[in-house]
Structure formats: C-alpha cells, structure tokens
Nanobody, 120 residues
Framework: QVQLVESGGGLVQAGGSLRLSCVAS????????MGWYRQAPGKQRELVAG???????DYADSVKGRFTISADNAKNTVRLQMNSLKPEDTAVYYC??????????????WGQGTQVTVSS
C-alpha cells in the first residue's frame, strides 16, 4: 500500500536548475527519514542527500553547496533543489523513505526513479 512517487526530472543545460519532489502515499503511520539517491550508467547507486525527522541532513561531497534537501512531514513530501547542475549530475534519481507503515513496522521504500540529464 506504500508508494513513493517522484517528479521533476528532465533535460537541462549545464548551470541550470531542477527541483525534484517525492510524495509518499498518505496511507502510512509516520516517516522516520527520507532522501535522494542517484545512479549513473556503470556506477553504483549513491546517496545524494538525506534527512531524518529530527532534522539531521547528509549530502554527498560532490553536491554540497549546490543541492538542498527539504521536507514537509505533514504532507509526506521531500524535495531536492538542484542548482548549478553539471553534466556529471546526469543520473536516475531515486526517492527513498524509511517509514512506519503502521505503528510497529519500520521499512525502507524506494520510488521508481526519475531521469535527470544535464547537457554540456
């Protein structure tokens, strides 16, 4: 019953901006943490940015100062603002959530991914 739906991916030129959004279905109990991962061809999936319900954030070194993660827990939504995009940011971006589907079950969920392509 739990679903994560990403949106906001697309094609942009280097130096441009995109904002990704991820919405978790409302049929959940609570969210412990949400974040964004990405995977480029031939590379392992890596953490881009994440945050916990307590407000702690974590960013990949390659995106610090350019990307910002934010969340609205009341709406079960997490966003990733991406500025000053570079061709090396090209990847499929995946939303991730660690959440309680009920008061007893804590599990890790993934969205299907959204393509971000940055042209030079």
């Amino acid at each position: 019953q739990v679903q994560l739906v990403e949106s906001g991916g697309g094609l942009v030129q280097a130096g441009g901006s995109l904002r990704l959004s991820c919405v978790a279905s409302k049929s959940i109990f609570s969210i412990n943490a949400m974040g964004w991962y990405r995977q480029a061809p031939g590379k392992q999936r890596e953490l881009v940015a994440g945050l916990t319900s307590g407000g702690r954030t974590d960013y990949a070194d390659s995106v610090k100062g350019r990307f910002t993660i934010s969340a609205d827990n009341a709406k079960n939504t997490v966003r990733l603002q991406m500025n000053s995009l570079k061709p090396e940011d090209t990847a499929v971006y995946y939303c991730n959530a660690l959440l309680y589907s009920d008061s007893y079950t804590l599990k890790d969920y993934w969205g299907q991914g959204t393509q971000v392509t940055v042209s030079s």
